[in-house]
Every structure is written in structure tokens, then in C-alpha cells.
């Protein structure tokens, strides 16, 4: 779309703004209250139809008010002080509603699902006040593509309301998934870096950058060689048991009662650390995870992860580098054996594990044993 002057005659630009800064102050005001706040208590049971009809219609009223936002302030002229009000009052009074439809979900109903529409109705209110920010930014000059951006983003995000999962089981499906992506990518990472002729840096380092890649330290060793195969070994050990879970889970994963939409939780919560702590044995393979990361790849960089964890990796991607840091290897490899063994306890006590179907449990759970007990032979040494 080309540039839209706005020097035409209107009404001056000086209330509008105002105005806006103060409907942009009031949607930071409440974005604390949606993070933390309550479900609302009541005796009456939860109607699901009725609650996710009416998350989905507010957010609808608020893909309007954004789209009369962005309107208003296409051309001129700008809006008269009363009309701005008007419009501000109107789109203010639209999040609030879709924030009270929010509260309406029960806690009962499953952590895992509440956050993730948490974290959507998070995104409505914010989209918003970005989109109100990116008009005070940009009045009154030109439509810029950062407009076109922000408006279309929110049109996005009001429109994920409908697409949300709709159960907790829905919910916990929907993680399992990314935690399992993660892992997939950390794994294939290290493969390939493994491929490369035991040069992690062959894709970043150029010869003459070092010597002719004369300094060997930018290798790995034969003996470094050994103790990533049982690293690499516990890393398909994690996607195997992330996938054993998640298929357990959509098979007879169910939420009739609090107990079952409880145990969903627990699952999706100690499932949560393995991808964390596979990337920090992934990153023995080089950088180039960490780059996605940089380079905001989404997929790589999913919001469930605690951004703590990236921190970690930062710190100890330079130990694990080629010449190896064989000690802290090892405790990384103790800590995800640690959480896959806590993954496979927590399932198995749950009602997605039947009695019957056991068997896997005890087969993946032997696999990290033999993995692990690898690790601590070849790292002996360093103790």
C-alpha cells in the first residue's frame, strides 16, 4: 500500500494522541491482572459450550474494534477528540469482556489448557495496545508497514481464540507435540554435526580463521567420538520416550474426572524439562541451534520454554565446545537421565499407562540405564 499523507486539514492531532496513550496505558495496566489472575469461583457446573462460544464471539468484537482503530487513523482526517474517545471507551470495554470470559474458566478444567488460553487472551490485549502504539508512532506521516503489521497481527491472534484447544487432554496433546519437535531438532543437530567428519564448526569457521584449522582444540578427539554415542543414544531415548508418552496420552488420556485432568498436568509438566536438557547436550554439537534461536525461528524457540533455560545453555556452550568438557557432559546427561526417569514414573502411575501396556516403560527405562552407565565408564576419569 503506498503512503497515505495525512497533512490534510482535520482536527488537531494533539487529543487523539492523547487519547490513544491513555487506552494503551490502560492495556498495560491490565495485562498483570490477566497473568495472575484468578478463576472466579462459583457453584454453578461449567457449561464448555457456552464458554468457549462466548471466548470466541468477544474475540470477534475485538478483531471489530482493531479494525475500526486502524481505520480511523488510515486517512485523514484524523478523528474528532469526542469520536476518538468513543472509540477508545469501545475497544477498552471490548478486552475487558474478553478478559471476564476468560476468568470464567475453572482451574479444574486443567492448568496445561487455562495457560494456553492465558496465554492467548495475553497476546489479544497486548496485540492491541501494540497496535495503538505503532498509530501514535506513525500519525501523522504515513501508513507504515509497521501499521499494516501490527493490525494484521491482531486479526491473527483474535482469530487463534477460536482454533484453542478445547479439553485439557486437547491441551496436553498440543505440548507433548512441540516438546517433541524440540528434542527431534536437538537430535538431528547432533547427528549431523556428528557426519562432519568430527568438525562441529565446518559450517561456521572458515580455514583461514584459524590457521588453516590447524588448532585441533576445534575438534573433537576419537575418545570425545566414544562418549558422544551413548550422549546421542540418550538423546533418541528422550524422543522415543516424548513420543511413547504422547501416544499413551491420546490413546487413553481422558478427562472425566479431576484426578485424570490432574495426571495430564503432571505429564506435560515433567515432560516439559526434557527439551531443555537435551539442547544442553545438543549444544556439544556446535552453535547452530542457538542460531535458530538468535535468528527468531519460531520452531526452535517455542514459548513454553522458560527463556532461564536459554540462559543455562549460553553458560555452558562454551565448555562443551570441542576440546570437549567431558565433567560437564556427564552432568547433563545425569540430569536428563534424571528427568526421563521421572517421565516414565509419572506416566506409568497415571490412568494413560494401562496396567497391560507396561512393557515400554521398563524397555525405555533400560535404554537410559545402559546409555547413562556408558557415560559414567567413559567420563571415570574426570572425577
Known amino acids: 500500500m503506498d503512503a497515505v499523507d495525512r497533512g490534510a486539514a482535520g482536527p488537531s492531532p494533539v487529543e487523539p494522541v492523547a487519547q490513544l496513550r491513555r487506552l494503551i496505558g490502560a492495556l498495560r495496566a491490565l495485562l498483570p491482572?490477566?497473568?495472575?489472575?484468578?478463576?472466579?469461583?462459583?457453584?454453578?457446573?461449567?457449561?464448555?459450550?457456552?464458554?468457549?462460544?462466548?471466548?470466541?464471539?468477544?474475540?470477534?468484537?475485538?478483531?471489530?474494534?482493531?479494525?475500526?482503530?486502524?481505520?480511523?487513523?488510515?486517512?485523514?482526517?484524523?478523528?474528532?477528540?469526542?469520536?476518538?474517545?468513543?472509540?477508545?471507551?469501545?475497544?477498552?470495554n471490548a478486552v475487558l469482556a474478553e478478559v471476564s470470559a476468560y476468568y470464567w474458566?475453572?482451574?479444574?478444567?486443567?492448568?496445561?489448557?487455562?495457560?494456553?488460553?492465558?496465554?492467548?487472551?495475553?497476546d489479544v490485549v497486548e496485540g492491541m495496545a501494540q497496535l495503538a502504539e505503532v498509530i501514535v508512532?506513525?500519525?501523522?506521516?504515513?501508513?507504515s508497514h509497521e501499521y499494516l503489521i501490527s493490525t494484521g497481527s491482531i486479526w491473527e491472534t483474535c482469530d487463534q481464540v477460536s482454533h484453542l484447544p478445547k479439553d485439557n487432554k486437547a491441551a496436553a496433546l498440543?505440548?507433548?507435540?512441540?516438546?517433541?519437535?524440540?528434542?527431534?531438532?536437538?537430535?538431528?543437530?547432533?547427528?549431523q554435526a556428528q557426519g562432519d567428519s568430527g568438525d562441529p564448526y565446518s559450517d561456521i569457521l572458515e580455514d583461514d580463521e584459524?590457521?588453516?584449522?590447524?588448532?585441533?582444540?576445534?575438534?573433537?578427539?576419537?575418545?570425545?567420538?566414544?562418549?558422544?554415542?551413548?550422549?546421542?543414544?540418550?538423546?533418541?531415548?528422550?524422543?522415543?520416550?516424548?513420543?511413547?508418552?504422547?501416544?499413551?496420552?491420546?490413546?487413553?488420556?481422558?478427562?472425566?474426572?479431576?484426578?485424570?485432568?490432574?495426571?495430564?498436568?503432571?505429564?506435560v509438566d515433567i515432560s516439559n524439562e526434557i527439551s531443555p536438557s537435551c539442547i544442553l547436550l545438543?549444544?556439544?554439537?556446535?552453535?547452530?541451534?542457538?542460531?535458530?534461536?538468535?535468528?527468531?525461528?519460531?520452531?526452535?524457540r517455542p514459548e513454553y520454554l522458560s527463556p532461564i533455560c536459554y540462559l543455562l545453555v549460553d553458560e555452558l556452550a562454551?565448555?562443551?565446545?570441542?576440546?570437549?568438557?567431558?565433567?560437564?557432559?556427564?552432568?547433563?546427561a545425569a540430569k536428563l537421565a534424571s528427568v526421563l526417569k521421572k517421565v516414565l514414573e509419572i506416566t506409568k502411575a497415571s490412568h494413560v499407562c494401562p496396567h497391560e501396556e507396561e512393557n515400554w516403560i521398563q524397555f525405555l527405562s533400560s535404554a537410559i540405564d545402559h546409555n547413562m552407565n556408558k557415560i559414567k565408564n567413559l567420563t571415570q576419569g574426570e572425577l
Not at 475453572?106 to 488460553?117: A, E, N, S, W
Not at 562454551?318 to 570437549?324: E, F, G, K
Open 137 to 143: 508512532r506513525a500519525r501523522p506521516q504515513c501508513i
Open 105 to 122: 474458566l475453572p482451574k479444574d478444567q486443567g492448568i496445561t489448557l487455562r495457560k494456553m488460553v492465558r496465554d492467548t487472551i495475553v
Open 174 to 191: 498440543l505440548m507433548l507435540a512441540s516438546y517433541l519437535r524440540v528434542v527431534k531438532d536437538a537430535l538431528e543437530e547432533m547427528e
Open 318 to 332: 562454551l565448555s562443551m565446545y570441542p576440546p570437549l568438557n567431558r565433567m560437564a557432559v556427564r552432568l547433563n
Open 210 to 267: 584459524l590457521g588453516s584449522r590447524g588448532n585441533r582444540d576445534t575438534y573433537w578427539s576419537e575418545e570425545d567420538q566414544q562418549l558422544l554415542a551413548p550422549c546421542v543414544g540418550l538423546m533418541k531415548a528422550s524422543k522415543a520416550c516424548l513420543k511413547k508418552v504422547r501416544s499413551s496420552v491420546e490413546t487413553h488420556g481422558k478427562t472425566v474426572v479431576a484426578d485424570q485432568i490432574a495426571q495430564l498436568d503432571d505429564i
Open 33 to 92: 491482572r490477566v497473568r495472575d489472575g484468578e478463576a472466579r469461583e462459583t457453584t454453578e457446573a461449567f457449561d464448555a459450550h457456552r464458554f468457549w462460544d462466548k471466548l470466541g464471539q468477544r474475540a470477534l468484537a475485538v478483531s471489530q474494534e482493531a479494525t475500526k482503530l486502524s481505520l480511523a487513523f488510515a486517512r485523514p482526517p484524523l478523528p474528532s477528540s469526542e469520536d476518538c474517545r468513543k472509540l477508545c471507551e469501545s475497544i477498552q
Open 282 to 300: 545438543e549444544t556439544m554439537s556446535g552453535f547452530s541451534c542457538l542460531e535458530g534461536i538468535e535468528a527468531g525461528d519460531e520452531r526452535k
